[in-house]
């Protein structure tokens, strides 16, 4: 769909007594603003179908990075990100999907207590339910120097209650005397109004030879090449304000004064499957998109091995790993 165009039938008819929900103009948040911008994508709330807006996916003129346009304002987060927003609810899953969920949740917990190692401090910046976190503890065998951050005391509360510290707070202005061995940042960065910020003001809350640990969708990926002109699943539509590729997320981090030293493509067969939903919505096919669901076993098995043999072939999944490191002191 071209940039402005009129709303198709079903669009009109799926989101026809949704909001319209209060955005914002941004420009480019890396290289300089006044470059300019192309539209690589149109699109609207593919997924919960919370507002009628219709959004652009911009592609910045002078550096490798996407965002969505025009941003929802702040009070807007309230409706974009429904109850039933799955991340929301990751630690009530049950079957194979949880199973598979925690594997992958665990092999990313002993990475980040590798790091760590056995004294160091770890913040989870916007932890949501704290699956990761969990995750950490468990293995851990404690949750003594496990940090949560979110924006909301409502959020944190539960984590509270299981003997996480708690920081509240937007990231970009986060206050602690604490330093940390590890920051995470967990399919966070795509989400905050002012990622450039962020990682500034975290970079100042890691101890000397700290590290960021972030992982994010990659806008270089082979489901991004086949998808992009709209139905791509890491778009998220109006969720992901800005996306990355390894080159943009580089950037980023040596702004901050951070060394990267270490990059991993990792498998995400969640944005093959919403992909495919997306499409087969915006077609009309109702019944069939429903089927296409990231809940459904049966199909994040084959998405994960198309991912899998995408990285044995050299090829770039949409989940990408970078670790950057703050000097440590002389």
Known sequence: MPPNAEPSSTQKHLLQ??????CRNVCSCLGDPRAGFSVAA??????????RNQFEIRRAADCDLLYVFPQPCAEALATIYPPEYIPFQFHQ???????????VQGRKAKAILQLARETGKILDVGTGSGILLRQIARMKGSTKDLYANDFSDSILAPLRKKGFQTLIGQAETLETAERFAVICMNQVLEHLQNPVSVVHRLSTLLAPGGYLFIETPNIASLDARIFGARFWGGYHIPRHFWLFSEKSLRQLLTSAGLCVTRVRYLASPAFWIQSVHHLLLDRGWFKTARFFSEKNPLLLAPATIL????GALGGKTSNIRIVAQKQAES
């Not at 007594?17 to 209060?22: D, T, V």
């Not at 991912?307 to 995408?310: I, K, M, S």
């Open 42 to 51: 149109t699109g609207y709330d593919f997924e919960y179908r919370t507002c």
């Open 93 to 103: 899953l049950h079957g194979p999907v949880r199973w598979a969920r925690d594997f």
């Open 17 to 22: 007594n949704k909001p319209e929900i209060p």
């Open 307 to 310: 991912d899998l043999l995408t």
